[in-house]
C-alpha cells in the first residue's frame, strides 16, 4: 500500500511523503504508482522550478519527500490544495491500494 501524507505547519501545507507501493499491478503497468508519481514528481519539479524554492527532498526507492520553508508556503497552497484533492480522490477509488492523510508537523 502507497501513504501519503500532507504536512500542515499552522494553516499551511508545506510538503508531503510517499511511501510504499501500491501492489495493484506488476511494476510498469501499476496506473495507481504511475499516477501517484507522475503528480508527485509533477510538484516537486513546479515547486523547485517554476518556483524556484530551495525545498528539502529526500528520495529513494518507494520513498519522496518534499518540505518547503513555511515562509514560502503561502505562495503554494493552489498547488499543494490541488495535489491534495488528486491523492484524495485515488485514495477514495482505491482504498486497498492507497491512504492519503494530513499530519501537522512544527517546522
Known amino acids: 500500500m502507497i501513504l501519503a501524507k500532507l504536512f500542515s505547519s499552522g ?3 508545506v510538503g ?13 503497468s501499476d496506473i495507481i504508482c504511475a499516477s ?5 514528481y509533477m510538484v516537486v519539479n513546479t515547486v523547485t522550478d517554476v518556483y ?6 529526500e528520495l529513494r526507492d518507494g ?3 518534499l ?4 515562509s514560502r508556503a ?16 485515488l485514495a477514495e477509488d482505491y482504498k486497498s491500494f492507497l491512504k492519503a ?5 512544527n517546522k
Not at 508531503?16 to 510498469?28: K, L
Not at 524556484?52 to 527532498?57: E, M, N, R, V, Y
Not at 492523510?101 to 508537523?105: G, H, P, Y
Open 11 to 13: 494553516d499551511k501545507l
Open 36 to 40: 501517484v508519481s507522475s503528480c508527485a
Open 52 to 57: 524556484h524554492i530551495d525545498a528539502d527532498i
Open 16 to 28: 508531503f511523503e510517499i511511501s510504499g507501493h501500491s501492489g495493484y499491478a506488476e511494476e510498469g
Open 74 to 89: 503561502g505562495e503554494l497552497q493552489k498547488l499543494f490544495s490541488g495535489f491534495e484533492l488528486h491523492l484524495k480522490a
Open 63 to 65: 520513498f519522496l519527500k
Open 67 to 70: 518540505l518547503v520553508p513555511v
Open 101 to 105: 492523510e494530513n499530519e501537522i508537523i
